[in-house]
């Protein structure tokens, strides 16, 4: 009932974009920052970006800065991802999830209650 479900994933060439997306049902998003946060195959889950509640304050891991925007529009209950200039080591699992505050405190997974399933982003020639 409750869940985020992510979309938008999918085989790019590097350099290529994406837009992820990260819609909620079951509750609103309005009252909670949400982090992305994405998984290569053995290895650890890595925070990406975060954004506050109300999109006032976003925050970014040192190698998607300057590539990577997150946005987000309450309005439709759903967060944004926008990956640009993409490389093969964005190449993951792209996971959204919520947590219960209104600003992103860094990327602990236990701070997070709610998790997407995950959309596969390639980048690959």
């Known amino acids: 009932q409750l869940q985020l479900v992510e979309s938008g994933g999918g085989l790019v060439q590097p350099g290529g974009s994406l837009r992820l997306s990260c819609a909620a049902s079951g509750f609103t998003l309005d009252s909670r920052a949400i982090g992305w946060f994405r998984q290569a195959p053995g290895k650890e889950r890595e925070g990406v970006s975060c954004?506050?509640?109300?999109?006032?304050?976003?925050n970014y891991t040192a190698s998607v800065k300057g590539r990577f925007t997150i946005s987000r529009d309450n309005a439709k209950n759903t967060v944004y991802l926008q990956m640009n200039s993409l490389k093969p080591e964005d190449t993951a699992v792209y996971y959204c999830?919520?947590?219960?505050?209104?600003?992103?405190?860094?990327?602990?997974?236990?701070?997070?209650?709610?998790w997407g399933q995950g959309t596969q982003v390639t980048v690959s020639s």
């Open positions: 954004i506050s509640s109300s999109g006032g304050s976003t």
């Open positions: 999830a919520a947590r219960p505050s209104h600003y992103c405190a860094g990327y602990a997974l236990r701070f997070y209650d709610y």
